[in-house]
């Protein structure tokens, strides 16, 4: 699985982003797909995943602000950002992981997109 990820850029605080991953390769075995960021000098975290199901899950962080839709003709996972605040200010991933578990670790995804940088400024 190819994961190709863009939409990132600058916003001022309050402002919007929506950001786009497009998969390929085996995408049918995918369970899930996530979006991840890791912020300046800090560990990867975990943003928004959306199962197979259509089911989501969201960091406490982004709840009410950020939401994770896809569009399973066109193999794309978005993660629209809303009200954005300067902590949201990271490089943010798209991932993909086969194996049923846990959505919120990195470490259970298989796949990595190549990072989009959001930066917001106050």
């Known amino acids: 699985v190819q994961l190709q990820a863009s939409g990132g850029g600058s916003v001022q605080a309050g402002g919007s982003l929506r950001l786009s991953c497009v998969a390929s390769?085996?995408?049918?075995?995918?369970?899930?797909l996530g979006w991840f960021r890791q912020p300046p000098g800090k560990e990867r975290e975990f943003v928004a995943a959306?199962?197979?199901?259509?089911?989501?899950s969201y960091a406490d962080s982004v709840k009410g602000r950020f939401t994770i839709s896809r569009d399973n003709a066109k193999n794309t996972v978005y993660l629209e950002m809303n009200s954005l605040k300067p902590e949201d200010t990271a490089v943010y991933y798209c991932?993909?992981?086969?194996?049923?578990?846990?959505?919120?670790?990195?470490?259970?995804?298989?796949?990595w997109g190549q990072g989009t940088q959001v930066t917001v400024s106050s």
């Open positions: 991932s993909a992981r086969t194996i049923i578990g846990v959505v919120t670790t990195p470490s259970g995804y298989d796949y």
């Open positions: 390769g085996r995408t049918p075995n995918v369970y899930a």
């Open positions: 959306i199962r197979k199901s259509g089911t989501t």
